[in-house]
């Protein structure tokens, strides 16, 4: 395939998804988190689930499933309309979806370009939206949620952050999952140090084609074996410009906090997240 086309998710990546695992995509704990709103809401709403409105940033299978589960209606908001498909083969409880598409970085898409505030979202979920987004593009991205959420909505996304110049290299992430028992599966347990670690000095955000030329160098130096390799190889890093980065937590919460009140924030308790991945509880700040 084409390096060009190969870059992010519009085109190739959606193949294969199958082979990414929580922590990249969403863990139970996250989910148990965000199925408690959701049944409070109801609650508020006497009962009434066809007073939910939810919105999916993308069309994460995982938070399609639950609304399924909970027989609620979900909105994906997705720039492409055959990944919204490809990725519905993995929902096995189906609501009633819509798909609606759109670049999140280009605005509010047309279909909702007068959205009136009964219309609006009583949820809006992003799977590890301010990771696939780089930095400077976040601005972009919230005054979108913003003006989609509800006053009394919720904002919920889930993010990989780290520490002010907290690193690692890849030698140090071998050795700590080997010390672990080299857990399986291997993409989980050092899903969290493989985009960490391939950060250079001074990088905002990396190609997770860096994580590849990472794990070929590992290889050489017999760190990991051929079949360590291979399975990690399903995640077609190679070739692969996609951006993704990690905000520093500090930071993060203070531009959340320029349009938002941090109502809450999840730690996701799963070891193999080591405390670096949450979800934040949004309300709109509202002047
Ligand atoms: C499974 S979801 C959520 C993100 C996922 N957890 C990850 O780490 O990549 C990915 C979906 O979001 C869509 N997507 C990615 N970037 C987008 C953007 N800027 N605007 C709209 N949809 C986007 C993709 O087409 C894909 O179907």
């Known amino acids: 395939m084409n390096k060009e086309i190969k870059g992010d998710w519009k085109v190739g990546l959606v193949e294969h998804w199958r082979y990414y695992l929580p922590p990249v995509r969403p863990c139970p704990s996250d989910l148990e988190f965000i199925k408690k709103k959701i049944l409070e809401k109801i609650e508020e709403y006497n009962g009434d689930k066809s007073k939910i409105k939810l919105l999916i940033l993308g069309s994460t299978s995982e938070y399609r499933n639950l609304c399924g589960e909970l027989g609620i209606k979900c909105y994906c908001f997705d720039f492409s309309k055959p990944n919204f498909d490809y990725l519905a083969e993995e929902v096995k409880n189906k609501s009633k979806e819509v798909c609606i598409e759109g670049n999140w970085l280009d605005g509010i898409p047309k279909s909702l370009k ?25 601005k972009k991205l919230v005054n979108t949620i913003f003006k989609l959420l509800k006053k009394e909505g919720s904002l919920i996304p889930r993010t990989f952050f780290k520490e002010k110049k907290e690193k690692i290299t890849y ?18 347990w050092l899903a969290k140090d493989l985009y960490l670690g391939a950060f250079k000095e001074g990088q905002e955000f990396i190609l997770v084609k860096q994580i590849w030329e990472n794990l070929v160098k590992l ?14 190889s399903k995640l077609s890093f190679e070739d692969r410009d996609f951006e993704f ?28 997240c080591c405390n670096k991945l949450c979800l934040h509880v949004l309300k709109k700040r509202i002047k």
């Open 114 to 138: 007068k959205i009136k505030e009964n219309e609006k979202f009583d949820f809006i979920l992003g799977d590890c939206v301010f990771n696939i987004t780089i930095i400077k593009n976040h």
């Open 171 to 188: 030698e140090e992430m071998i050795e700590k999952y080997r010390k672990q028992g080299s857990k399986k599966p291997i993409f989980t």
């Open 219 to 232: 290889h050489e130096k017999e760190l990991i074996s051929d079949d360590e390799l291979e399975e990690l």
């Open 245 to 272: 980065c990690i905000p520093v937590k500090d930071e993060v919460d203070a531009f959340f906090k320029e349009k938002f009140i941090i109502k809450e924030v999840f730690l996701t308790p799963e070891q193999y």
